[in-house]
């Protein structure tokens, strides 16, 4: 969640100039552009990743409880 705070202030002392212009509009207002699609970009990237770690802690609690319940199971015959 870095690169969207990196991509908006980092990085604007070096952007902040009117020249060159690409596509007919000052450089920086196209940096802030791109910096404003690619945000939930990386929202989604990490959102996504937290998803599968979250997934995984699941599964292993999941296991986990399966097996106190045969062990319980198996105290019982």
């Known amino acids: 969640m870095l690169a ?3 991509l908006y202030l980092g990085a604007l002392p070096f952007v902040n100039r009117v020249r060159p212009v690409v596509f007919g ?3 920086l207002f196209l ?3 791109a910096a ?3 945000t939930p970009a990386c ?5 996504r990743g937290d998803r599968r770690i979250e997934q995984g802690q699941q599964g292993q609690q999941g296991q986990q409880g399966q097996q106190g319940r045969q062990e319980a199971q198996g105290s019982h015959e």
């Open 4 to 6: 969207p705070f990196v």
């Open 25 to 27: 509009v000052p450089f």
């Open 31 to 33: 940096w802030l552009l």
């Open 36 to 38: 404003t699609l690619l």
């Open 43 to 47: 929202v989604w990237l990490a959102h």
